[in-house]
Structure formats: C-alpha cells, structure tokens
C-alpha cells in the first residue's frame, strides 16, 4: 500500500517538475510583454511628454504594475540622489535590487542595463532611437519565445511525466 502510494507521488512530483519548467517559459513571455511595456512608457513619456528621464522614469513607473514599476521607481530614486553614477550603473544597481523578482532571461536584463549607456548622455532623438532599438531587440526575443513556447511546453510535460514514470519504475 505504501509503495504504490510512494510511486504514484514520485510520478506526480515528475509531472509537477515538467509544468513547473513550463511555467517558467509563460513567466519568461510575460516578463519580455512587461519589459516592452515598460521601453514603450518611457518613450512615450520622453517624446510627448517632452520629460526629463528622471520623469519619464517616474511617469513610466506608475503605469506599470508590480517589480516593473518598482524597477524604475528605485532607477528614479537612485537618479535624484545624484551620486555621480552613471545612468546604466543606476539601472544595474535597480535591476541587482529585484534580481529574483525579474522573471526574464540575464541577456534581457544585461540589455536594460546598456540602455542606460546610451540613454544618460544624449539629446532627445538618441534616446528615442535608442529606446526604439530596445523594444525591436526585446520584441525579436519576444517572437522566438513565442515560436518556442508551444514545443518547449510539451517537451517539458511530457519529459516531467516520463521521468516520473520511469523513476518509479527503477524504484520498482
């Protein structure tokens, strides 16, 4: 009676591991959607808005939900304490600070960060040709996640139940 109850919470944690890992691939396609979002707030905050990017970071921040706009709440803050850091130091210092809440993949989080290379130092145009070069790397992320997702999802169920199966069965 425990055996086969044992085995049958092996071949369920099996299956929980493989939609576990698909999970992870719906969380990574929300997280590159919030990301966009976000690239798209701050450009329009900077073009029509004509703000500042301590404004645009602060404007853009209260659209967005959760660790997104908390992200460029704290770049806003570490912005107005005016250490002498550069803007992309300011993002990588936001971004180390949600690390774990950040969803999507280290390339996406390294790109944000560049953007601040780009984005502290020059004249409005820059910033939105910059800002647009984003959100075209992060939408051409965004269209291979998507590709992928429908085959990943079923690879990572069906390999989450195989494994549990065949782990039982070795206990066997």
Not at 45 to 62: K, M, P, Q, V
Not at 116 to 129: C, E, H, I, K, N
Not at 137 to 159: H, T, W
Request: glycine share 12%.
């Amino acid at each position: 009676m425990y055996r086969a109850a044992g085995l049958v919470l092996i071949i369920v944690a099996g299956a929980g591991l493989g939609f576990s890992g698909s999970r992870a691939m719906e969380d990574e396609l929300e997280s590159l959607n919030q990301m966009l979002r976000m690239a798209g707030y701050l450009k329009g905050e900077i073009r029509y808005g004509n703000a500042s990017l301590y404004d645009a970071f602060c404007g853009a921040a209260t659209r967005l939900p959760g660790v997104y706009g908390m992200l460029l709440r704290d770049a806003a803050g570490y912005m107005k304490e005016r250490t002498g850091e550069s803007l992309e130091e300011i993002m990588a210092r936001s971004v180390k600070s949600h690390q774990s809440e950040l969803g999507c993949p280290e390339k996406v989080k390294e790109d944000f960060c560049m953007l601040g290379r780009y984005l502290g130092y020059l004249d409005l145009d820059m910033q939105l040709r910059e800002l647009t070069r984003y959100e075209n790397s992060l939408e051409e992320r965004l269209d291979a996640v998507k590709r992928e997702l429908p085959g990943k999802r079923k690879i990572y169920r069906s390999m989450g139940i195989l494994g549990g199966i065949i782990m039982a069965v070795l206990l066997m």
